[in-house]
């Protein structure tokens, strides 16, 4: 899932401050789940910033409220109302869900209110950690299913490199090394030999560095007949 | 000769090489190249010109090389893949070969978050396998990884680095190996503090023949102090530094006198490791220490070859 991480008190309501009528929209999907934009912290956040408001004698009125998906316009429609009517929205979602209100209202102010992370698993209770940036070209059925691309701090394809030590990473010492992982997996498997073979230079042009990415299936797409059938054409 | 390079004749010809390493001023002075330059000259076949080592911001690598091929003495340029992509890793090389670069160590490059631009982006387009292969295909027919074909290709012998104690440890002979097969012609090992893991490293080299496949050169490292030594023991992920050797730097009268004692007995041992074609002396910040330690060691003057 995508995990994000709510952004200090401060600089939210350094954000906000010339603004009356806020309206603060959370999100039920990945956010809700590592912790950071559910309904439960959109919440917190309005009444932090109420007290906040209180002890430093401020007038704002907050309103909070949650959608099921943020990144999906059909979701965002029911709640056109509340956006419309208020000076600026925070979005408590991902990047993905602040971005789909601020296409679809592009006069209307949205500011984020979390820093979007990571494609991240979760390890244990508040613990994410990062196993996948998306590079568009999964090579993990050759690494024992461990992804060197956001698991290694160098992006690795041949690893582990000369900075290993006790199968951490030399970057972050708690963290383990990925190619000591993979190694290690490998092993298990019966499957060295995948890592006696040159990996030879990746083609990057499927990673964000071919551009902004877009995938289409014309197979799901509608026909303008169908979308014409549609109540939400935006 | 792939190359024609001093470091090449040297190894090629079955002399036991030498090469030390200069670290770049961190300014725009080439002044204190120019200066170790003149006091390294004919103490080592090469010297190595280090890429931002550890990420700090220094001067390049490439003029480096320049500036103390001016003196007369030969340049080993290291090449990280931390921060160029491979457009700009292929005509730095273009242009380290037309200025007269001969040798090229392939580096992957240390994390930028050890060193003075921490907030920096990476590159890692490349690691250091990829790019030797990728030099080796290049020099071989001039191909380039996208299928590009270039008339005059670079003529460049190719090093690579490697840590034997680096976990895991049952990997690090394969990872040679993988080396061997992208293309490297000498190996620079990280700095060796204990003889008996670098010598069963050693036997698994020689059992598989990788020796025959390529030089090794093996490091050393001078210290000043015994808090050097502790420093490069704890401190230092892959570095493996035996509590004996810390002990004995710490009881020594003059520790300095004893680093360069025990780097010159490191050196004579080395010499007697079958499959070790040559040292690799790492004087970092100590360079003056250099002729005295080749010296000692019995390996001055260094051969001269047609």
Known sequence: MIVAKRKPLGEIAEMLASYKKVTVIGCRSCVAICLAGGEKEVKMLVSALKIRNRKEGKRQDFEGLVVERQCEKEWVKEVEDKILGSDITLSMACSLGAQTIGDMYPKHLTFPGLNTGIFGVPEEQGVWSEKCVGCGDCIIHTTGGICPISRCAKSMLNGPCGGSADRKCEVNLEVECAWAAIYDRLKLQNRLDLIERITPAKDWSTSHSGGRRVFVREDAKLTQHQKKGKEVVL | ?306
């Not at chain 2, 242009?95 to 007269?100: D, I, R, S, V, Y």
């Not at chain 2, 191909?143 to 270039?150: A, L, M, R």
Request: glycine residues 8%; hydrophobic residues 40%; contains cysteine.
């Open chain 2, 1 to 306: 000769m792939k190359a024609g390079s001093n470091l090449e004749k040297v190894l090629e010809s079955g002399k036991f090489a030498v090469t030390a390493e200069i670290g770049p001023p961190q300014s725009a002075n080439p002044e204190p190249l120019t200066h170790h330059a003149k006091m390294l000259k004919g103490c080592a076949d090469a010297f190595n010109l280090t890429d931002n080592q550890t990420a700090v911001v220094r001067l390049s690598s490439i003029a480096s090389a320049v500036i103390i091929m001016r003196e007369g003495i030969e340049p080993v340029i290291q090449m990280t893949c931390r921060d160029r992509n491979r457009i700009a890793l292929l005509s730095d090389l273009f242009g380290a070969a037309a200025l007269g670069v001969r040798n090229v160590l392939c580096l992957t490059g240390d994390h930028q978050t050890f060193g003075n631009e921490k907030g920096c982006k990476n590159v890692f387009d490349f690691d250091s396998i990829v790019e030797l292969q990728v030099f080796d295909n290049l020099r071989r027919e001039g191909k380039q990884p996208g299928g590009e074909v270039i008339k005059d290709p670079p003529k460049v012998y190719l090093g690579c680095a490697e840590n034997p104690f680096a976990t895991p440890y049952e990997f690090r002979v394969s990872r040679l190996a993988k080396k061997i097969a992208a293309g490297t012609d000498f190996c620079q090992t990280q700095a060796i503090f204990d003889m008996d893991m670098f010598e069963k490293w050693m036997d698994e080299v020689r059992a598989r023949g990788l020796d025959q496949k390529m030089h090794i050169l093996a490091g050393v490292i001078p210290m000043k102090s015994a808090g050097a030594a502790r420093y490069m023991k704890n401190k230092v992920p892959g570095m493996i530094v035996p509590n004996h050797i810390v002990d004995r730097m710490k009881s020594a009268k003059d520790q300095k006198e004893e680093g360069i004692k025990l780097c010159v007995e490191q050196i004579e041992h080395l010499k007697t490791v079958k499959g070790v074609h040559g040292v690799h002396i790492m004087a970092v910040a100590w360079e003056e220490m250099v002729p005295r330690i080749v010296q000692e060691a019995g390996l001055f003057p260094r051969p001269t070859i047609d």
